[in-house]
């Protein structure tokens, strides 16, 4: 594997999103785990590390990717405005879990429902044609 193409975990640990962390903890775990096996051992069918075990053991969470999309800088600003009122409104237990990625991720879940059950009559497609016929 080229120099470029490694992933530093641990430096994505330090300074990520506890989200983030969790998921490269995780992988850290795996790397450890495999590191300890000899070469060639058989990884088992259901790795009790995995994503996907690990989604099964708790109730109503889900699989997640990581995504990279390009937002204003405006939106952007505004996001970080909105976890920190969000933040001021949770009980202070339930800080640590709130993240961008998460408000975006129900932002989407709420506009892509209004999308799904109004069509072109939904506030997406209404914003979506506003905004280009400004350009």
């Known amino acids: 594997m080229a120099a470029k193409d490694k992933h530093d975990i641990m430096d994505a640990l330090l300074q ?8 490269e903890a995780l992988s850290l775990a795996k790397l450890i785990h495999r590191k300890g096996e000899p070469e060639g051992a058989k990884q088992p069918v259901a790795d009790a590390l995995s994503p996907e075990a690990e ?14 999309h390009y937002i204003s800088e405006e939106i952007f600003e505004d996001l970080d405005d909105a976890r920190d009122k969000i933040n001021e409104l949770v009980h202070p237990r339930l800080k640590s879990r709130i993240s961008k990625s998460r408000i975006v991720d129900q932002a989407l879940r709420m506009i892509l429902k209004d999308f799904e059950e109004k069509g072109e009559k939904s506030h997406l497609i209404k914003e979506i044609l506003k905004d280009m016929r400004r350009k």
Do not use: I, N
């Not at 989604?55 to 990279?68: I, L, Q």
């Open 16 to 23: 990520g999103s506890s989200e983030d962390a969790a998921d």
């Open 55 to 68: 989604a099964k053991k708790a109730p109503g969470s889900e699989s997640k990717k990581k995504s990279t």
